[in-house]
């Protein structure tokens, strides 16, 4: 697969205009982003939204598909990009095989509180995992992050943490993202959409139902750069959803 390709169809279809200013809350809030821009139409009539309630008693128990990691050690760039803090891994962290198809690792990013609501509950945390193939298609690994013992892969990866907004921080040792991910391969499964403008449905949606922990300083850490970087739940429309047992 040309990465480089990819990454440019990516520019147009899910990294828009950093001009078009979205953000969380007041005029450019979730709820105006359909009418921010043209090309965000999505966010507003779309009928494959996300993120949405997973709810345990709602999904059907099914075999696969088998969600196969090959994630491996990087050197970390740490990227603020004004919404999140961002690691991009760019094909540089190994990728997932899935479905019959083979997705490399882009990026993965933070947010507060958890996007996805598991039976009810919001964690404070939820790491996004994006990873992209041909199409451009993208399989993004939803973690929950809860309060409890600190991890020291999310501490490696806040001391890259740059000062300004756009800037980049390029780490000196590999970090191994296999550490951010719960024992438990149990997850839900849905088809979605990007949970940021543009909104493109365009993301099959892999969250993990078993959380890992990270400290009470951690979580702080985040909400003092970003209190709040999650959009609300949208409607699931009669969407198909799966919990995939190991
Ligand atoms: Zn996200």
Redesign the pocket.
């Known amino acids: 697969m040309r990465l480089g390709g990819l990454l440019a169809v990516t520019m147009v279809l899910i990294l828009p205009a950093a001009a078009a200013d979205w953000s969380y809350e007041g005029s450019a809030g979730p709820e105006h982003w359909g009418n921010l821009a043209d090309g965000y139409e999505a966010c507003a009539i779309g009928v494959e939204q996300s993120p949405i309630a997973l709810v345990t008693g709602d999904a059907s128990p099914a075999q696969g598909p088998v969600l196969e990691l090959d994630w491996s050690p990087f050197v970390p760039h740490m990227l603020d990009n004004g919404h999140?803090l961002e690691l991009q891994a760019n094909g540089l962290g190994g990728g997932v095989d899935y479905d019959g198809v083979r997705y490399e690792l882009l990026q993965m990013?933070?947010?507060h509180q958890s996007?996805h609501a598991i039976d009810g509950e919001h964690a404070p945390l939820?790491a996004?995992f994006?990873h992209i193939a041909e199409g451009p298609k993208l399989l993004?690994v939803?973690v929950m992050l809860k309060p409890g013992e600190a991890n020291e892969t999310l501490g490696q990866l806040f001391s890259l943490w740059p000062d300004t907004v756009s800037d980049v921080v390029v780490g000196d040792t590999e970090v191994d993202l296999r550490t951010l991910l719960p024992p438990s391969s149990a997850s839900f499964r849905y088809q979605g959409s990007?949970?940021?403008p543009p909104c493109s449905q365009i993301v099959s949606w892999v969250v993990m139902s078993e959380p890992m922990t990270v400290s009470a300083d951690q979580i702080a850490t985040f909400t003092d750069r970003y209190p709040h970087n999650a959009r609300p739940l949208q409607p699931s429309h009669g969407r198909q959803l799966s919990l995939v047992a190991p």
């Open positions: 999140t990013h933070l947010h996007e939820e996004h994006v993004v939803g990007l949970t940021t």
